[in-house]
């Protein structure tokens, strides 16, 4: 995929939406389903890798642009996943108090809502390219439970879930 | 107050943004103590203004966090440094990390991890659309919650791309009356 397609394809995900995670329902709609240049188990794939580091959530991005179109690819991600960030510059020059109008407030709670929405429908094609049996799901399941009942760091949940895969099949 | 060095904004955010696991809240969170009360570079009205606008900023609302604290701080270029600080090397992690999963990925013992490690990320996928979602219950009640979040993935179900959806959710954001979100 050509490198300014691919920014302005992830631009447009981090433009549209307001938290890391909110972009994962565009990403999938274009690079899977329309340009198929990434499979479900890659986009769940580049998910895991990004809990596995620190930083913000939203770094799963750079993990697409690697597989779409390697290092460079993982650069014109990167710079689309910081780009907006630079709004809020505008927002304080300009905005400023205004941010907590109620109108913006009720508009970026319904945009938020709808992500909610939006992520909800995209785990499942995920959930269908990576839980295969009893074991993923028990995986998945406790992964889900342990992030939504305690503030235990998302890493500990991807060794943990490692150290399962491994302890199934066998130490190497 | 003395002006601040390109190099301690570097330091104070590349700290808090790769030695932080957990996403954008705990991040801001040690910057809040590091910028407000230990270092008082900033005040906490400021710090409230930025954590506001961050929340209506597209994008990743962590890194509007830390374009805006760092641009009040010295200017746009310590707004770049203080975005690149807390991003670069967490991304460079994130590439290594991909290249050996899709490069060692088919070995035995790779594939299994790697296959626990997608299976969690569908538990991490649908805890994050919890966590985003169930808050609003009490924020701004269960009938908006449940008519806009399960709108957009019936929306979403029945085809609908995402940007209509967004769209069309921040129109309802526009028109429903009630109470000002908390």
């Known amino acids: 995929m050509n490198l300014l397609l691919l920014y302005l394809l992830l631009l447009k995900a981090t433009l549209t939406t307001f938290s890391g995670m909110s972009s994962l329902p565009l990403v999938r709609a274009d690079f899977v389903v329309r340009h198929k240049v990434l499979t479900d188990q890659q986009l769940s794939r580049a998910v895991a890798v990004s809990r596995m580091a620190p930083g913000p959530n939203g770094l799963y991005l750079v993990s697409v642009g690697y597989i779409v179109a390697g290092t460079a690819g993982a650069g014109a991600a990167f710079v689309a996943l910081v780009t907006p960030a630079f709004l809020i510059i505008a927002f304080l020059k300009f905005l400023g108090r205004n941010a907590e109008h109620?109108?913006?407030?009720?508009?970026?709670?319904?945009?938020?809502?709808?992500?909610?929405?939006?992520?909800?429908?995209?785990?499942?094609?995920?959930?269908?390219?990576?839980?295969?049996?009893?074991?993923?799901?028990?995986?998945?399941?406790?992964?889900?439970?342990?992030?939504?009942?305690?503030?235990?760091?998302?890493?500990w949940v991807v060794v943990a879930a490692a150290a399962a895969g491994l302890a199934r099949r066998g130490l190497p | 107050m003395a002006r601040i060095r390109l190099t301690e904004i570097a330091a104070v955010f590349l700290r808090a943004g790769n030695l932080t696991f957990g996403g954008g809240d705990?991040?801001?969170?040690?910057?809040?103590?590091?910028?407000?009360?230990?270092?008082?570079?900033?005040?906490?009205?400021?710090?409230?203004?930025?954590?506001?606008?961050?929340?209506?900023?597209?994008?990743?609302?962590?890194?509007?966090?830390?374009?805006g604290s760092a641009w009040l701080l010295r200017g746009l270029k310590a707004a770049a440094v203080a975005v690149?600080?807390?991003?670069l090397p967490s991304a460079a992690m994130v590439v290594w990390l991909t290249y050996s999963l899709e490069r060692w990925g088919s070995i035995g013992w790779v594939k299994a991890a790697s296959e626990a490690i997608m299976a969690a990320a569908?538990?991490?996928?649908?805890?994050?659309?919890?966590?985003?979602?169930?808050?609003?219950?009490?924020?701004?009640?269960?009938?908006?919650?449940?008519?806009?979040?399960?709108?957009?993935a019936a929306l979403a179900i029945a085809g609908v791309t995402p940007i209509p959806v967004l769209a069309l959710a921040a129109l309802a954001g526009c028109?429903?009356?009630g109470p000002p979100p908390a």
């Open chain 2, 175 to 177: 028109l429903w009356k």
């Open chain 1, 102 to 155: 109620p109108i913006a407030l009720r508009v970026t709670q319904a945009v938020t809502l709808a992500s909610g929405g939006l992520i909800a429908t995209a785990l499942i094609p995920l959930a269908r390219s990576s839980i295969d049996g009893p074991f993923s799901l028990t995986v998945a399941a406790t992964s889900f439970l342990v992030l939504v009942a305690t503030s235990i760091d998302t890493v």
């Open chain 2, 26 to 67: 705990p991040t801001m969170a040690v910057l809040q103590r590091e910028l407000v009360n230990r270092r008082k570079w900033l005040t906490a009205e400021q710090y409230g203004l930025i954590y506001g606008l961050a929340r209506v900023t597209p994008g990743t609302n962590v890194l509007a966090f830390y374009a």
């Open chain 2, 84 to 87: 690149l600080s807390i991003c």
């Open chain 2, 122 to 152: 569908a538990g991490m996928v649908a805890a994050s659309a919890w966590l985003l979602i169930t808050p609003f219950f009490r924020k701004a009640g269960p009938v908006k919650t449940l008519a806009i979040a399960g709108g957009a």
